[in-house]
């Protein structure tokens, strides 16, 4: 079975801390995915690497940032954490042409 | 650009009726489709996908899917829903063309009464 794990379940920060958010793979995918769910809202890609060293920018890059250096590990940096941030965050990795598979998801809270 | 849509934010249902949860998509070129299901506090887990071939899909836990080209839809059925089933449920679509990027829907609650 696949396996995607995130770091933490749940988090609780202060504003402006910098938060790290660390995702890892177990199946030698190539595609990795940071998303936020909002309720309302669905599910919105932050960011994606498609490789090593590899990012791009999703539909809300605003505020974070991302770092692969290892092909398992996907991480996402929330540089300086705001209230507005407090969501579920849900990271995904997929090799390419087929479904993506999800960690269980961080409920960060920002207070 | 991509985007999914689905129009119920909750569907009820009683228990060993039928369901429908709706999705509708708009792509560029052929799409990559795909039904996720999410249970409370838990990240999410792939039903089915269509990806070419036959336009009834059939998934995980008796859940099956319909590729409509015309329609742009590929609504999500199910012949006789269980309590359990109670979940939200979400549509994704992928244009094979394009990027890498799948994007979602905003999800439909379904709630299966006893």
């Known amino acids: 079975d696949v396996k995607v794990t995130q770091s933490s379940r749940y988090l609780v920060k202060r504003t402006g801390e910098k938060v790290f958010l660390e995702c890892v793979q177990d199946?030698?995918?190539?595609?990795m995915f940071w998303y936020r769910q909002d309720p309302g809202l669905g599910l919105r890609l932050i960011y994606f690497?498609?490789?090593?060293?590899?990012?791009e920018k999703g539909d809300i890059p605003e505020g974070y940032s991302v770092s692969r250096e290892k092909k398992e590990r996907f991480s996402l940096i929330l540089e300086s954490a705001s209230t507005n941030q407090t969501s579920m965050y849900l990271c995904?990795?997929?090799?390419?042409?087929?479904?993506?598979?999800f960690g269980q998801g961080t409920r960060l809270t920002v207070v | 650009a991509q985007s999914v849509a689905q129009p119920e934010d909750q569907v009820n249902v009683a228990e060993g009726n039928p369901l429908t949860v709706k999705c509708t998509y708009s792509?560029?070129?052929?799409?990559?489709l795909f039904w996720y299901v999410q249970y409370p506090n838990r990240g999410l887990q792939f039903l089915l996908k269509?990806?070419?071939?036959?336009?009834l899909v059939k998934g995980s836990y008796g859940f099956e899917a319909e590729f409509n080209k015309s329609q742009t839809s590929f609504h999500l059925k199910k012949p006789s829903a269980l309590v359990s089933d109670s979940a939200l449920y979400f549509c994704?679509?992928?244009?094979?063309?394009?990027?890498?990027?799948?994007?979602f829907g905003t999800g439909t609650r379904l709630q299966v009464f006893p």
């Open positions: 995904a990795s997929r090799p390419k042409n087929t479904e993506a598979f």
């Open positions: 199946m030698d995918h190539e595609n």
């Open positions: 690497s498609y490789d090593v060293k590899m990012k």
């Open positions: 792509v560029s070129g052929n799409p990559y």
């Open positions: 269509y990806i070419t071939g036959d336009n």
């Open positions: 994704a679509v992928r244009d094979r063309y394009n990027t890498d990027k799948l994007i």
